[in-house]
């Protein structure tokens, strides 16, 4: 299985649960989405969203958006995101990062609803039909995305993957229909019969597909393998924040295979 | 006492605002706070910071929820909250204001009522950032203070007012009302915030600097000139 293969099974209007930047994001599946063109996508943030959010919605790939936040963290704003919403192309639901949680681990238990503690005072309910405020306790309803979308440390052969103490990526993978993984090594054997490694495994139970993508979380990192490409990152900060200077950061970094994975 | 970068002065004056606190978690973004979290941890060791976002000793196995479970179940004492706007009656907005879309509202909503020292933050203090009424209520809540790049408020709970408590580097109460757009209490003459020790200096450019590089490398490039 290829990541341009793994692109191939998400069908047009799917709803993605993506990480946050910090988290393990499968930057290389994202740039083969947007390659082929992808189209009315719906993106979940798990609990916020950044740099894989901004690239797909600069790209005209995104229908909607459902997430606490959409940022570049030190390196500010994401700016074909804020460019969309001002410019009413695309819709925000707009949550906060426990009522994503909550509600994932609803369909993760298999439950229509889960309780959050209080937001009272918040407008976020106002827009939001599927919360229900009950008391100083509110009620998120389940969110089941279509699939959970992240780059792990290792596959191994039984088809676990690993994704150590982003345990955000295992609550998006129990409660998706389908997860599909690229992975950053090959690992021998089956992990779950490794008792240090099994806490950090989602099983293959939830894993559809996976494909190999060696630094396939470029230009975001994977903590203890290699960091976050900063200067990169601040680099499209700026590029992005014109329609032009995004569509040059395409042509050079996503649109031209050559170039699109991480450099040597 | 020498001279001083306006960060260090606000790191401070976090620092001092965490008097008795056990444990403060930090959010996204957030440099100054943590230079401040920091500080206050080089003197009492037993005080526990925790970043949702390291990259290296990250302090939660459980996924970025764990930090709002801890929080619910009252193990945080200390969060920080800033927003876009910033309104008298101390709600946030960090959705849009004026035809602008701002990032989103983060954890906001939720830590502003589970967390008990709420600490407002937001370097720029102008009638754009303070306003009278915020355009949308992203969080609302009872905060232990407001502090600016200009001044320190505290929080009335009973008369749901902010009161002056200092202002920065020899400005004036008039020239704070000025760049505020909502209506506060102060006491005539208002304090200065009292300057950074030399103790505070040290430690912020020897120890704390390091630390805060390892998640904040622009900002402490910016403020303390190192890589």
């Not at chain 1, 295992?170 to 599909?180: D, V």
């Not at chain 2, 009252?74 to 879309?101: C, P, S, T, Y």
Request: include cysteine; charged fraction near 25%; aromatic fraction near 8%.
């Amino acid at each position: 299985m290829t990541v341009e293969e793994l692109a191939g099974r998400i069908p047009d209007g799917a709803l993605l649960a993506l990480p946050p930047d910090y988290s393990l994001v499968a930057m290389d599946l994202i740039r083969f989405l947007i390659r082929r063109k992808s189209r009315g996508l719906r993106l979940l943030g798990v609990p916020i969203l950044g740099l894989s959010a901004d690239l797909l919605i600069g790209a005209g790939c995104v229908a909607e958006v459902e997430t606490s936040a959409v940022s570049l963290g030190e390196a500010g704003l994401a700016p074909r995101f804020t460019e969309a919403v001002e410019s009413g192309s695309l819709k925000v639901r707009d949550a906060t990062c426990p009522a994503i949680h909550a509600a994932l681990q609803a369909s993760e238990k298999g439950v229509p609803f889960m309780p959050v503690g209080s937001i009272a005072g918040s407008d976020l309910p106002k827009n939001r039909p599927d919360w229900k405020q009950d008391g100083e306790i509110l009620q998120v309803a389940a969110i089941r995305p279509d699939f959970a979308l992240f780059h792990a440390r290792w596959a191994d052969e039984a088809g676990n993957v690993w994704i150590g103490r982003r345990r955000e990526l295992a609550t998006a993978a129990h409660a998706a229909r389908e997860t599909l993984v690229t992975f950053e090594e090959r690992r021998e054997g089956d992990m779950l019969e490794d008792e240090l490694l099994a806490p950090g495994v989602v099983s293959s139970v939830y894993v559809r597909a996976a494909a190999h993508a060696p630094r396939g979380a470029w230009p975001l990192g994977m903590p203890g393998v290699y960091g976050a490409d900063d200067v990169h990152v601040s680099q499209y900060a700026k590029a992005a924040r014109t329609r032009e200077g995004f569509q040059r950061y395409l042509e050079e970094w996503v649109l031209t295979p050559r170039k699109s994975s991480s450099p040597a | 006492m020498g001279s001083y970068a306006p960060e260090e002065l606000l790191a401070c004056v976090i620092a001092r605002l965490l008097e008795g606190a056990r444990h403060a978690a930090i959010g996204a973004s957030s440099p100054i706070p943590a230079s401040g979290c920091f500080l206050r941890k080089v003197s009492d060791p037993s005080f526990r910071v925790s970043l949702q976002q390291r990259r290296a000793h990250n302090p939660f196995s459980e996924g970025s929820r764990e930090l709002f479970d801890l929080a619910g179940q009252g193990r945080i004492d200390v969060f920080f909250l800033g927003g876009a706007q910033i309104d008298g009656a101390a709600n946030l907005n960090l959705v849009r204001a004026e035809g602008r879309r701002f990032p989103g509202s983060f954890g906001s909503a939720y830590m502003y009522r589970a967390v008990p020292r709420v600490i407002l933050f937001r370097e720029e203090h102008s009638r754009r950032v303070l306003v009278p009424k915020v355009e949308f209520v992203s969080a609302a809540g009872d905060p232990a203070a407001l502090l600016t790049g200009k001044a320190l408020f505290s929080w009335q709970k009973d008369k749901r007012r902010f009161r002056l408590e200092s202002v920065h580097g020899g400005a004036s109460e008039a020239g704070i009302r000025e760049l505020t757009g909502f209506d506060f209490d102060s006491d005539s003459p208002v304090k200065s915030t009292p300057p950074p020790s030399t103790e505070e200096l040290s430690l912020l450019r020897s120890k704390v600097c390091r630390e805060v590089a390892a998640d904040y490398p622009d900002f402490a490039k910016k403020v303390w000139g190192i890589h």
